[in-house]
């Protein structure tokens, strides 16, 4: 069974600065991946970033990067010079690939304020 | 279609009424999931498609929930007798990938269901 942690209900930002959001995971597959996704007031899951868990660098998408430490199991996003618009929820997710397991399981999400 | 489509976007359902929610993926997309979010949680895995085939439904929450993709593209998710407990926003996601590594899970809007 997999499961994912995101310990913080709610941040609050000031705009231009970074912000850090945490998840943890626990998987018992050897092989598995981790996501975040945006999901803003109107409800659609936006994907941000993905990271392989035998990826050797950690990924990057323009603003976006993910802090991968697999021996803590733990896959933090990191927001560069935030922005008005990035105001929303941030899930953390993570998929197994043993017997080719598809679902992805999520955290319960952080809510992210960015204060002009 | 350029997205996943989800309708209708919006449901209010009296308790004891039967309800089916449409969801269209993208054209082509093997996989296809449901997920169930309640109010301030992280969505919650229903059940998968591959094509036709629904090859896990291990989070669908009781038997009066049901889903069915007959032509491997559209897809239904019906609850029959709806309870309270089952408002929430439903969300569908398809994918192109059958079981490797990698990511592609595109999500709708979603449904919300309201049982009043």
Known sequence: AQKITQTQPGMFVQEKEAVTLDCTYDTSDPSYGLFWYKQPSSGEMIFLIYQGSYDQQNATEGRYSLNFQKARKSANLVISASQLGDSAMYFCAMRGFFQGAQKLVFGQGTRLTINP | ?116
Request: glycine share 12%.
């Open chain 2, 1 to 116: 279609g350029a997205g996943v489509s989800q309708s209708p976007r919006y449901k209010v359902a009296k308790r004891g009424q039967d309800v089916a929610l449409r969801c269209d993926p993208i054209s082509g997309h093997v996989s296809l999931f449901w997920y169930q979010q309640a109010l301030g949680q992280g969505p919650e895995f229903l059940t998968y498609f591959q094509n036709e085939a629904q090859l896990d439904k291990s989070g669908l929450p009781s038997d009066r929930f049901f889903a069915e993709r007959p032509e491997g593209s559209v897809s239904t998710l019906k609850i029959q007798r709806t309870q309270q407990e089952d408002s929430a926003v439903y969300l569908c996601a398809s994918s192109s990938y059958r079981g490797e590594s990698g990511y592609g899970y595109t999500f709708g809007s979603g449904t919300r269901l309201t049982v009043v």
